[in-house]
């Protein structure tokens, strides 16, 4: 079934067990009844790591409970422990902050280019997130907007994007860095907390009836109320990347997990960009850039407060203190083959796994395949209904490629947001005429 553990897997064989946050713990379709059951009757310590921890509260902390974990690893701020994940709800559960990423030792041996030497200005990639997840996500639109719109006027050379098309991954993105004088930024996480999905559900209802809203309307509509009274605002992973680069970092004001201070480590930009001239006026230093590059690179980069290795010794640490309290007779380990022969997904498990994909290519080839044609209907134009279900459509693919969504409900809402287009493209054509 869905969401299982592989089936000649023997859990009594583990001293621990620690679920990843790829795994969401209230997805059934990561962790079934039956993996969740077989988790909870695991005698062993028992640590879940979450990311994105604003989103369906409640059922998380339902499916943690259920599972009985011992450790929670969580990006929610220690002030913020039991308004998210209170005591009472999970009961001896040692709950300890972590940060979204860390600095790749990896990362501090490579070359470092001076600015100097560098053929863009500023950089940036981003992507247009879902707007129930308050102001703090729509930072990550806003920047590359306004500095993109104020840029031409200084006579910076840019490469800003927030296009999905345009994300760069894995060795490229490094060698993006390292062309870059400096690099965009924004604190990662959400301002606004769904503890039930109802916000979610209404948001998108919303922005699917009427795309063109903006999200002043829709947080006055849904969750103006819960703006900022939890905040989970983290220190992005792209922040350590840029410091051991020694790519200069232009960021908007904020706490950055206490590990950045402003003037020192990054260039601060106000969110309304009233100091843009001051910041272009560090880009054109290149000495003084230099100097807040390389602080960055030495004082944080190169911090083992920061690095994989000190956040690997402390979750060590976490679970063979939790081992020593916890009374449980295991089995013998598994040796490595013997393993890898256990863990290994059934028959049954690589077949579904083969028709997501078949599913996610013919959505993605019929999706395609309208937008050519509405491209040829509207002359390009950007904004119209379509535009906005393509990306739609493209999500509930990529879900359904995650086991979020089952086959036939990716087909009806497929098929829902097509009709629904092609009804207010009609609309459109009627009134042009």
Excluded at 76 to 81: P, R
Excluded at 98 to 118: D, F, I, Q
Excluded at 391 to 418: F, M, Q, V, W, Y
Aim: charged residues 25%; glycine residues 6%.
């Amino acid at each position: 079934m869905e969401g299982d553990l592989p089936p000649r897997l023997d859990l009594r064989c583990f001293d621990a067990v620690i679920i990843h946050y790829t795994l969401i713990a209230c997805c059934r379709a990561y962790l079934s009844s039956e993996a969740r059951s077989q988790l909870s009757n695991f005698r062993g310590v028992k640590a879940v790591f979450i990311q994105d921890d604003y989103r369906f509260v409640n059922d998380t902390v339902s499916a943690l409970r259920e599972i009985g974990i011992s450790i929670l690893f969580t990006c929610v701020a220690e002030k913020d422990f039991e308004a998210v994940f209170p005591e009472a709800e999970l009961p001896r559960v040692t709950r300890i902050n972590v940060l979204t990423g860390y600095v790749e030792s990896a990362l501090l041996k490579m070359e470092r280019r001076p600015l100097a030497a560098r053929p863009i200005d500023v950089a940036y990639r981003g992507r247009d997130v879902p707007m129930w997840l308050g102001e703090l996500g729509q930072d990550k639109v806003r920047i590359a907007a306004r500095f993109s719109a104020d840029a031409p006027r200084f006579g910076l050379v840019t490469d800003i994007s927030t296009q999905e098309r345009d994300r760069i991954y894995g060795d490229a993105w490094v060698l993006f860095l390292t062309n870059c004088k400096a690099v965009l930024g924004t604190e990662s996480g959400a301002s606004v907390f769904d503890f039930t999905g109802e916000i979610k559900r209404r948001v998108e209802e919303t922005v699917w009836s009427n795309p063109a809203l903006p999200f002043e309307e829709v947080s006055k509509l849904h969750f103006e109320e819960m703006e900022g009274r939890i905040l989970c605002n983290v220190i992005s992973p792209r922040c350590f990347e840029a410091a051991a680069l020694g790519t200069l970092m232009i960021l908007y004001e904020g706490e950055y997990s206490g590990r950045l201070v402003p003037w020192r480590h990054y260039v601060p930009l106000r969110k309304d960009h009233s100091n843009m001239e001051e910041v272009v006026e560090i880009l054109r230093d290149l000495p003084r850039a230099q100097q807040i590059a390389d602080r960055a690179y030495a004082e944080v980069a190169c911090n083992p407060e920061n690095g994989y290795q000190l956040f690997v010794d402390h979750v060590d640490l976490a679970i063979a203190h939790s081992c020593e309290k916890n009374v449980w007779q295991r089995r013998s380990a598994y040796e490595d083959r013997a393993f890898l022969y256990a863990s290994a997904p059934s028959l049954r498990t690589k077949i579904r796994h083969f028709r997501r994909n078949i599913i996610v290519l013919l959505v993605r080839g019929i999706t395609h395949h309208f937008l050519r044609i509405h491209r040829k209907r509207s002359r390009g134009r950007s904004g119209t209904p379509l535009h906005y279900f393509y990306k739609k459509l493209l999500g509930l693919a990529e879900s359904l490629r995650n086991g979020i969504h089952d086959p036939k409900c990716i087909c009806g809402l497929s098929a829902k947001l097509i009709g629904n287009w092609w009804h207010g493209d009609a609309e459109l054509s009627k009134g042009r005429r």
